[in-house]
């Protein structure tokens, strides 16, 4: 049997590399892009569409799930995949994310050894997390790879906390480990929450112990939390030289990043698998991404656009660019017509797949230099 | 040159018909379905899934348009055909129902001989129409088809009033007429609007007139705001034998109508097209059209629908149907997530584009009777 991970290049002189993960429900060559499907749908697209865009894989909220429609309709139904009409490799988070930053009343948020007592954000009711808890919905939901619950600390925090956090989230790393052993007929696989916060010392060691342990993939938690960029890239800074160094590769999966500089930092750090929400959530505020944006994107919503007939993006070949201008889009907006968001997001997800596409074959090319100088030097 | 309107058969028990409209844009085979593009958009759809859908043409209003983003926007993008990205037939209202009904403020609705003086929904701007103007904004929106100003007289109403609207309503036809005469590089067909309310001697005097005028097309307005079923269905028994006996025959638009059975209902009596919001509102409120439905429709909001792995409708085979599950989509819309009006809306177009199918069928092959009773049996 194939393997889960193969690393198919190693880039010289970064640690950026090129690998492919095979799951029961198809491949995902990396470094990839892990477009977020939050309620079981990308917002406003068809899995037609994803397709089409040329997505490879995303990523589903556990949490979201657990609550509507429940992980027994989704069973029932034949699991995610059938669920949602969508035949290519899927994702599921654990819910620890969410638990802590979407759930009502945060002070009725209770974390103890066992897991998290929580609150719905939709009808209040309670609700108890616990590491076999989530993997037992995940497996339910029958997504081709899991995530391990984790604690993720807010930002910041002290020293003490993190480190509470994070030994809570090793012990849960454990119990997930155990719960993901018997599986069902379809192979999910299973990975480990790095986290450690702001601390060196601690996020070092939590690469350690979570990159010995027998999971499928390493996941980097705890970053995307509010922190300044720097602080991302310096936890990188910190773990990936020790998954960088294990002797049997597995992919890393950077939860919750990223902007296009941050995709750019972590790519050559050796990171695989990155979700965001960021090209889909900007893209129903009325943002296009374009290379020739400040940042990479133009606010269509401005007067500005009111009267240009120019393609929605620049040197873009996706449907929406070969058929609308920015005065259609900014018009869509301004009416707040469901056409806008769809526009918006397909052609955002497209450009985000095409720079995926830019980044491996740059690596394949060797020419990962050069790329990250053209678009680092477009800011 | 082909003529805009071609009578290709006519039923022998009934007064329905198969007719050709040719326009600059393509042609349209009737009876026709006219589906609602209100703000150049329906709702959710791109063009191609219009095309996909099988939709031969669709109504933009007028109003809307002319106060968002203004005629001379969409002029200077190429016209409506180019800032849609619909190459298809297209037709504009003529701003008269929706000054009406949609104008802030009903008091501040000023009628006179010259127009109408109302204020935007928008922003309280203060507006006027006259038919001159309504000519002169659709002539820059450039659809293929234009409907002459008329007053639409609320439901119920006196008798003076209704004469009093209608006398307003054929003075602005002759005026619209005059200014519809210069014509830019395309032609743009004009049809002219019966009025008369509910009051057979307006009726049949306004049709008279109408026809009598050298229209492309005729409008039957002033139904659909809120009569029983039996009054609109009444206006036609008015109308239609005056049209039906004029020897050039014209394309006859039921303006608002229908629902199932007012389809049936208008296309006996000889109506070739109808435009209706009803499949795209009702599907963005989860309302999804069956033949298997009470009154064609099944309510997908219910929580029978929660474990439902039928496909979204009965014996169609549309996208949503080969991909979705009734499931999926109570799921989508309790989530309130975007590609629920999306798929709802397609799958009610998709269904209505089929009876239509069905109806231009039955006519060729001389088995309307069959057809009419066997979908009216349903309900």
Redesign the interface.
């Known amino acids: 049997m194939e393997k889960f991970f193969r690393l198919l290049k190693q880039d010289k002189r970064s640690k950026a590399r090129l690998g492919q993960i095979k799951t029961p429900h198809g491949k995902i060559f990396t470094p990839a892009f892990v477009p977020v499907g939050s309620?079981?749908?990308v917002?406003?697209?068809?899995?037609?569409d994803l397709k089409t865009i040329g997505s490879q894989v995303f990523f589903v909220n556990t949490y979201?799930l657990h609550l509507?429609?429940g992980e027994a309709?989704v069973e029932?139904?034949?699991g995610l995949h059938r669920?949602?009409?969508w035949s290519g490799p899927l994702m599921t988070d654990s819910g620890g994310f969410q638990v802590f930053s979407l759930a009502k009343k945060k002070d009725l948020v209770k974390v103890d050894y066992h897991g998290v007592h929580f609150t719905s954000h939709l009808d209040g009711s309670r609700h108890f997390f616990t590491p076999e808890r989530s993997i037992e919905i995940q497996k339910k939901l029958g997504a081709d790879m899991m995530v391990a619950f984790d604690e993720c600390a807010p930002y910041p925090t002290t020293f003490e906390y993190a480190r509470t956090a994070m030994e809570r989230t090793h012990r849960w790393a454990q119990v997930s480990l155990a719960a993901a052993k018997s599986q069902g007929p379809q192979k999910q696989f299973l990975f480990g929450v790095i986290q450690g916060s702001r601390f060196k010392k601690l996020r070092q060691q939590s690469a350690q112990l979570i990159s010995a342990l027998p999971f499928d993939g390493w996941a980097i938690g705890g970053v995307a939390v509010g922190e300044p960029k720097k602080d991302m890239v310096q936890a990188l800074d910190w773990v990936m030289p020790v998954l960088n160094k294990q002797k049997t590769q597995k992919p890393v999966h950077l939860l919750g990043v990223g902007e296009i500089d941050d995709i750019f930092a972590a790519a050559e750090r050796g990171v695989d698998l990155m979700d965001c929400v960021m090209p889909t959530r900007l893209g129903r505020m009325g943002w296009i991404l374009t290379p020739k944006g400040k940042d990479f994107k133009i606010d269509l919503n401005k007067n500005i656009f009111?009267?240009d007939?120019h393609p929605v993006g620049d040197d873009c070949q996706c449907?929406v660019c070969r058929?609308?201008?920015r005065?259609?889009l900014?018009?869509?907006f301004?009416?707040q017509?469901?056409?806008a968001?769809?526009?918006a997001t397909y052609h955002n997800l497209y450009f985000m797949e095409r720079l995926f596409d830019k980044i491996r074959m740059s690596l394949k090319k060797n020419e990962w230099d050069r790329l990250k100088k053209e678009w680092l030097s477009k800011q």
């Open positions: 309620q079981a749908t917002k406003s697209l068809t899995p037609q979201h509507r429609p309709v029932k139904l034949g669920f949602m009409g009111t009267e007939s449907e058929s609308f201008t005065a259609y900014h018009h869509l301004r009416a017509e469901l056409l968001y769809h526009l």
